[in-house]
């Protein structure tokens, strides 16, 4: 089947980087996204990578291989607000655009 | 633009009564889906449409409805409330050919007793 494997909780310390791995299953697979989730709202789309490689975008980065079938999110300078859960999502079967999501991190960042 | 909104935002249904959840999108988007989120199990896709007319099986499909009559609206229905339909369900939309950001309703929160 399709699935995803996230760690379920990470913690870390304002002004620290955390890296959130997440890995894959490969038949039909397309592209990764992540998307953050704070508690009791929608979730929001952070990033996209169909190419190996590291995407940057402020202090969100996003890296993918796809040779491994792993992927990244690395949140940098980390603030009180970056705390909420955070998803990886497989593209699978691009005609459809059909995402699977993993289980998510919750991510705690203390002071 | 209100982007997507979802209609009701809380319901609490007794098991065997039917509900139609509403999903309304004003981006002209041609792809929409419907999830639901339970906790410690993310977000699983149950029906999802790539335009006016269409709709297709998600993973967890069964006792779940959707229509797809106008472009802008997505409906779901569950003919017969289950204990186990008790959910936070989210819907999305993306462009056509959208490869990457899918757009979230702010969810509805359903209980079936």
């Known amino acids: 089947g399709q699935s995803l494997e996230q760690p379920s909780e990470v913690t870390a310390v304002e002004g620290a980087i955390v890296q959130i791995n997440c890995t894959y299953q490969?038949?039909?697979?397309?592209?990764l996204s992540w998307y953050q989730q704070h508690d009791g709202g929608a979730p929001t789309f952070l990033s996209y990578n169909a190419l190996d490689g590291l995407e940057e975008t402020g202090r969100f980065s996003s890296f993918l291989s796809r040779s491994d079938s792993y992927g990244y999110l690395l949140l940098q300078e980390l603030q009180m607000k970056d705390s909420a859960s955070y998803f990886c999502a497989a593209l699978y079967g691009g005609a459809t655009n059909k995402l699977i999501f993993g289980t998510g991190t919750l991510l705690a960042v203390q002071p | 633009n209100a982007g997507v909104t979802q209609t009701p935002k809380f319901r609490v249904l007794k098991t065997g009564q039917s509900m139609t959840l509403l999903c309304a999108q004003d981006m002209n988007h041609e792809y929409m889906y419907w999830y639901r989120q339970d906790p410690g199990m993310g977000l699983r896709l149950i029906h999802y449409s790539v335009g006016e007319g269409t709709t297709a099986k998600g993973e967890v499909p069964d006792g779940y409805n959707v229509s797809r009559l106008k472009k802008q609206n997505f409906l779901l229905g569950l003919e017969s409330a289950a204990p186990s339909q008790t959910s936070v369900y989210f819907c999305a939309s993306v462009e056509a050919g959208g490869a990457d950001t899918q757009y979230f309703g702010p969810g509805t929160r359903l209980t079936v007793l």
């Open positions: 490969t038949s039909g697979f397309y592209g």
